[in-house]
Every structure is written in structure tokens, then in C-alpha cells.
């Protein structure tokens, strides 16, 4: 079946400084990769859409500037936090869809704290 | 009209009975439903998924029970497991390429032994 491959799948940063999360589809194209934030015990928000080659879609009130998403090939997207704060502290998770007609596979997520 | 309700929020079932989760949706162009099971410090895993053209669809213990005139579709468990116990999530999208997934609130299922 599908698989999307996250990594890390944790991280521990200092405040100011930068993380980037890596998601590829290992036997798939993912033609739109999602981004997603879930902090405890609450359901998936959807940060960010993006599809390969194009710039991301940002859900109203997601600052794109903080969250930096590239989704430069069919295999592989990357989200990086700029300059963490404790507060962007979350279970960061990607989803990967090949096109219409077919289902979401998602990554295995990545906790991130920031110190 | 994105919204997709989804109740109870938490259940408690013993092993062997029968766990029930419930979903509503606004949004009548939603044409894929799936539930997804996710476990602590995991991403979800799909579980079962079921399209507007049938009303029912079953995965070994687990059956999708669909009724597009009441906009409603509710996840079942056989037979629940201790091994079951895990956060439950529905789930409704469109069908076109990029359409985004709008999540049920979840469901926190604890099976005793």
C-alpha cells in the first residue's frame, strides 16, 4: 500500500532557531501533500495545501512566513518551522494524495518542542 | 457547511461488545467518508472509507453504515479489542484532485478487558 515516510519523528529545538520536517511518498506520486498541526487530544487543523511545483495554499490565520512549505517533486515536501517559539510546541503531521479517486496516506508525524 | 460533527467524545466499551461512532456532515458534495485510527505520538491510519453509492460497507469487524438523506455515517466496532482502544477520527471530502479532508472532533475509545 501507500506509504509517506516522516521524519523526524521527534525534535527538540531551542528558541529562535529553525526545524525542517521531510515527508515523501515512498511508492506513490503525491501530487497535493497537506500539512497538518494537532495538539493533545484535539482533532487535525490543516495548516497548509500544496501541490508539486506550485506555491502552498495557507489556511486563514497560518502565518506562511513561519511555516515554510516546498513541494519541489512528486516525492517530497518539506515544512520548516522559522524561528520556533514554545508556543509553535505540536504534533506536526503530513498527508500525501496521488489525485482524485484515491485516498489519504499520512505520515507518522513529528512531536516538536521548542526549549 | 464544512463542518463534520462527530459523537461521543470519549467511549468506553467492554471486550466483545460493540463500539458505535457517529458522524454528520453539511456539505452535500462530500463523495468519500473515511475513518481513520490513530494511536498516541502516531499519524492516523486509514481504516475503512465508504462512497455515497452504497449504505453500508464492512471491513472484518468494522462496518461504514451510510445515509445520504440524513447526512449521516456512523463507524462500527464488533467485537472490540483492548487492542482497539485508540482516538477514532471521521472524516468527509470531494473527490477532486487537491480536495482537502474536514475531520469529526474524534472519538477517545477505551476497550477494558
Known amino acids: 500500500g501507500a506509504v509517506v515516510s516522516q521524519h523526524p519523528s521527534w525534535v527538540i529545538c531551542k528558541s529562535g532557531t529553525s526545524v525542517k520536517i521531510e515527508c515523501r511518498s515512498l511508492?506513490?506520486?503525491?501530487?497535493?501533500m497537506f500539512w497538518y498541526r494537532q495538539f493533545p487530544k484535539q482533532s487535525l487543523m490543516l495548516m497548509a495545501t500544496?501541490?508539486?511545483?506550485?506555491?502552498?495554499?495557507?489556511e486563514q490565520g497560518v502565518e506562511k512566513d513561519k511555516f515554510l512549505i516546498n513541494h519541489a517533486s512528486l516525492t517530497l515536501s518539506t515544512l520548516t518551522v522559522t524561528s520556533a517559539h514554545p508556543e509553535d510546541s505540536s504534533f506536526y503531521i503530513c498527508?500525501?494524495?496521488?489525485?482524485?479517486?484515491?485516498?489519504?496516506?499520512f505520515g507518522s508525524g513529528t512531536r516538536l518542542t521548542v526549549v | 457547511q464544512q463542518q463534520v460533527k462527530q459523537s461521543p467524545q470519549s467511549l468506553i466499551v467492554q471486550k466483545g461488545g460493540i463500539s458505535i461512532i457517529n458522524c454528520a456532515y453539511e456539505?452535500?458534495?462530500?463523495?468519500?467518508f473515511p475513518w481513520y485510527q490513530q494511536f498516541p505520538g502516531k499519524g492516523p491510519a486509514l481504516l475503512i472509507a465508504i462512497r455515497p453509492d452504497v449504505s453500508e460497507k464492512k471491513e472484518g469487524r468494522f462496518t461504514i453504515s451510510f445515509n445520504k438523506s440524513a447526512k449521516q455515517f456512523s463507524l462500527h466496532i464488533m467485537d472490540s479489542q483492548p487492542g482497539d482502544s485508540a482516538t477514532y477520527f471521521c472524516a468527509a471530502s470531494k473527490e477532486t484532485s487537491g480536495s482537502r479532508l474536514t475531520f469529526g472532533e474524534g472519538t477517545q475509545l477505551t476497550v477494558n478487558p
Open positions: 500544496s501541490n508539486e511545483g506550485s506555491k502552498a495554499t495557507y
Open positions: 498527508s500525501a494524495r496521488t489525485g482524485a479517486g484515491y485516498g489519504y496516506t
Open positions: 456539505n452535500t458534495a462530500f463523495d468519500y
Open positions: 511508492d506513490f506520486q503525491a501530487t497535493t
